[in-house]
């Protein structure tokens, strides 16, 4: 990295986002997906099997679930913490909240704004606008030497996490710590891939890559002639009603974002503005409901597009989104990566998170199972070793619903810092 804030305050906020970053870049594969976590929650920690909890019960289930993390743990009170849960089980939905979080607050769901690019970029190929197998080069700047077109990063290299690209550009100088991705522009991208060049290497292998993801929704954009925001909207969710997911945000929607908070349960400032050419990677905003619809739209795309206009985007939603889902290589053993999403062969879901320095997500879903679920976090949770808060929700649900022995939501490991903010409450697990 070039330079950093020279503000103390300033230094801080860019840390936490280099802790985020560098936790997702570092090992490729932490962006919430709890099935493939080599650190299984202990056998003591589940709790007995149940009879398979149907969704018009779970409410009560969850309720006993969340009973000690709400009166002593994570959302407790005078942490400003809140969890909002969305599960949809054979079109049939329901919307859970705990803590400080309510139905209709807005979270910013970071790494899941990945799933929408890869959205975007098959809707563009079934509408005969992109292929997949396009180098990303002219579409961006057809100026740069071409090399050779064997070896060109293509849209399809770049939605998969096999560019070659790094996590993050080595050129990124970020002026303003609330938002260090907001002033990286269309000069810093030309000059990193003057020096980077834009060959993939040989043997090319998954390398998880926010700045590839966004490289890919800003070459989107640029071949629709729009900017992201307005892409996604027009193709994604417009037509599937998501009006709460933006990357700006309405006066009223403002209202609605809840606080979010640090590692250390500290209410943190975490930047809601543009994120420049990285908006596609990390900068959506939404709320439980509109990631139900959206699991539901992955489940059963054609209810979207009844009674659309042939031409509209709409109507091209089921192809867009069974070329969205197919699977383009092994990951590590048991996954496979779609575009974004990652497939864990074991469950047979797709699943991805997110994580920013305020805030956590989950999304999965089961075509298998006809179900998604949806858990956000108003916390930052990356802790070394431990799984991320919202994928045991996550998983727990599932393990009601299915029956199995359930893996215990309040458990806090010993390196979480949230331990020292609950210890000064005399509070504790």
Aim: hydrophobic fraction near 40%; aromatic fraction near 6%; charged fraction near 20%.
């Amino acid at each position: 990295m070039n330079a950093v804030p020279t503000n103390r305050q300033g230094h801080i906020k860019w840390l936490k986002w280099l802790v985020v970053l560098g936790a997702l870049a570092a090992t490729g594969l932490r962006i919430g997906l709890w099935s493939i976590d080599s650190s299984p929650t202990p056998q003591a920690d589940k709790l007995p099997a149940r009879p398979p909890i149907a969704l018009a019960d779970l409410k009560d289930a969850l309720d006993a679930e969340f009973a000690p993390v709400v009166k002593d743990g994570l959302l407790r009170e005078s942490t400003g913490c809140g969890v909002a849960i969305g599960v949809i089980d054979h079109g049939r939905r329901r919307v859970f909240t705990y803590g400080a979080a309510r139905a209709d607050s807005i979270f910013q769901i970071g790494s899941v704004t990945k799933t929408l690019t890869g959205l975007a970029l098959a809707q563009l190929a079934a509408q005969g606008k992109v292929r997949l197998d396009e180098p990303v080069r002219p579409i961006l700047f057809p100026d740069i030497d071409a090399g050779s077109p064997a070896t060109e990063i293509t849209l399809l290299d770049l939605a998969t996490h096999r560019s070659g690209l790094p996590g993050i550009p080595d050129n990124l100088e970020p002026k303003d710590p609330d938002n260090p991705f907001a002033d990286y522009d269309r000069v810093a991208l030309h000059q990193f891939l003057v020096s980077h060049g834009t060959a993939k290497p040989a043997d090319a292998k998954y390398l998880y890559s926010s700045f590839g993801i966004g490289l890919l929704g800003y070459a989107l954009a640029q071949r629709a002639g729009v900017p992201y925001a307005q892409l996604i909207r027009t193709d994604i969710t417009g037509p599937l009603h998501m009006d709460d997911t933006v990357f700006a945000l309405s006066p009223e929607q403002a209202h609605r974002v809840i606080q979010g908070h640090g590692a250390g349960l500290d209410p943190i400032d975490t930047g809601l503005g543009d994120s420049g050419i990285f908006t596609g990677a990390v900068g959506a905003k939404s709320t439980v409901a509109d990631l139900l619809t959206y699991l539901d739209a992955n489940l059963h795309p054609e209810r979207y597009a009844i009674g659309a206009a042939p031409d509209s985007p709409a109507a091209t939603l089921p192809a867009a989104f069974a070329l969205d889902h197919q699977l383009r290589g092994i990951v590590k053993p048991d996954t496979e990566v779609a575009f974004s999403w990652l497939f864990d062969l074991r469950s047979r879901r797709f699943e991805h998170g997110g994580t920013t320095p305020g805030f956590t997500a989950h999304v999965e879903f089961s075509p298998d199972q006809d179900r998604g679920i949806v858990v956000l976090y108003n916390r930052m949770d990356e802790v070394a070793g431990q799984r991320r808060f919202v994928d045991r929700v996550a998983e727990n649900i599932n393990q009601l619903m299915s029956g199995k022995p359930a893996d215990r939501i309040d458990v806090i490991s010993e390196n979480d810092p949230s331990l020292a903010a609950l210890d000064e409450t005399d509070s504790d697990l």
